[in-house]
């Protein structure tokens, strides 16, 4: 498997939900729905409690599937990073006047679309939205397109442990409790959980080898691969995904 760089592939954030409310459709309700008929992998309409319609990409095979993307972390150029575009961090530039840079992480802004989700940022009303109890995650190269995100994807693993209402139920509610905030706090002592995952592709040494030294102090999304784990803190790290049936 040839070795990744972190400034040409972006990571899909999936999570698999609680049984959804009536009249709330998510990726998990989609998946029932269709047991006899035919699951496939690839992009559905749900609705949000308030009434939301939105699109976006379902997996429906992975450990029983219904796993809902809501949310892509796309990285084109390292040496542009905190300027326009860079949604998840600053589009603002890399100042400490600015240490939570534009926010949304916890907040309800959504932006992008699902089927280009690997050349641009995207996130959609479901990372609020759907109360979830674990998460997928998808290292994808970039531009690569949609019927191909599965195959192409340099590792894909899964959490299984039903986390996630211990946490806030989603990702906005875990960052909520978590954020990501540049030097704001400290690794040994602002540690946040650390999630045990399952990998569907490559494993912990591979997916090591992806991340480098973090001298800058910066806050972090995702730390995955020390041991086999998803840790979480207010200084670098997070993960969710699945559902009570």
């Not at 300027?83 to 530039?93: A, E, H, L, Y």
């Not at 940022?121 to 531009?143: L, R, T």
């Amino acid at each position: 498997m040839p070795k990744s760089n972190s400034a040409d592939d972006h990571s899909h954030l999936k999570i698999r939900e609680v049984r959804g409310e009536d009249g709330v459709e998510q990726c998990l309700s989609r998946n029932n729905a269709l047991h006899f008929h035919s699951m496939y992998n690839g992009l559905y309409y749900l609705q949000s409690k308030t009434g939301i319609i939105y699109e976006t990409y379902c997996d429906m095979t992975t450990d029983g599937g219904g796993w809902t993307l809501v949310a892509s972390v796309h990285e084109n150029n390292l040496r542009g990073r905190c300027t326009v575009g860079d949604r998840w961090t600053s589009q603002q530039g890399n100042m400490d006047v600015v240490p939570e840079g534009d926010g949304n992480w916890v907040n309800k802004v959504t932006f992008g679309n699902a089927e280009g989700a690997t050349g641009d940022d995207f996130k959609n009303p479901g990372y609020y939205d759907i109360q979830a109890q674990d998460m997928s995650v998808w290292h994808v190269p970039n531009q690569v397109l949609m019927e191909n995100w599965k195959t192409s994807a340099i590792v894909r693993y899964h959490t299984n442990s039903k986390f996630f209402p211990l946490y806030g139920g989603n990702l906005y509610g875990l960052f909520q409790r978590f954020p990501l905030k540049y030097k704001g706090g400290l690794c040994k002592i602002d540690n946040g959980p650390s999630i045990p995952i399952v990998f569907d592709a490559g494993d912990a040494k591979y997916l090591r080898e992806m991340y480098g030294p973090n001298t800058y102090a910066a806050a972090s999304l995702l730390w995955s691969g020390s041991g086999q784990r998803i840790s979480m803190t207010s200084h670098a790290l997070s993960i969710p995904g699945k559902p009570q049936l």
